[in-house]
């Protein structure tokens, strides 16, 4: 069976025990979401969060690696700001057709109290050029630490310049980062064999502390889109 079924079965499963969770008196869901729920779902969260850094730096130097000529890494990198520039929209399209048929929260009631909008930090980062500042870490162990992901790029990036340049001279760091970039990738692997599991979890808490609550809202809301969507089209 391949992952993505054994996924959506732990999804599917994690439903039904939720339902069931909160069908029964609170202090049998509060026991099972405190010992097992919640244990399982965080630790699942925070394997993936352990290798998001690491499989991002490595990943990177490899690429700039591959590349070879420096020149190459130019008209790649063009070609990489004009594909995301293009998805960027095509997904913003998409959010706002899908907005427009399902309409989501046009019957919930959202309390907003104790929430606070920082205007200054707003504007700060809509700066352009604050942000083409703050890519440049001037702490590449601080970026790490704090999982920076834009300056970890551009950091990791420089070292696979500077491993190009530097050809035969930098042979221990490729091997380094080429045995790095396997054993993330290998933990990667081993990680995404407990996601039905953790996507077991996590749903089987979030319902059951919820129940048919967070079931019912979505239908008629999936309904009344659909019924007004039919309208539309005839």
Known sequence: MSETKKIMIGLLLGVAVGLGLAALPGNIYDM??????????????????????????????????????????????????????????????????????????????????GLEFDASGSEESSDIVSTFVNMIPTNPVQALAEGNMLQIIVFAALIGFAMIALGEKARTWRRFVKQGDRIMMYLIHLVMKLAPYGAFALIASAIGGIGLAAVQPWHGTCLRSCLHWRCIQF
């Open 32 to 113: 099972a979401n405190t010992y097992i729920l919640s244990p399982v779902g965080t630790i699942f969260l925070n394997l993936i969060k352990m290798l998001v850094v690491p499989i991002v730096f490595f990943s990177i130097i490899l690429g700039v690696m591959g590349l070879g000529d420096p020149k190459e890494l130019g008209r790649v990198g063009t070609k990489s700001i004009l594909f995301f520039l293009t998805t960027t929209a095509i997904a913003i399209v998409l959010a706002m057709g899908v907005a427009y048929i399902f309409q989501p929260g046009e019957r919930g009631d959202f309390p907003t109290t």
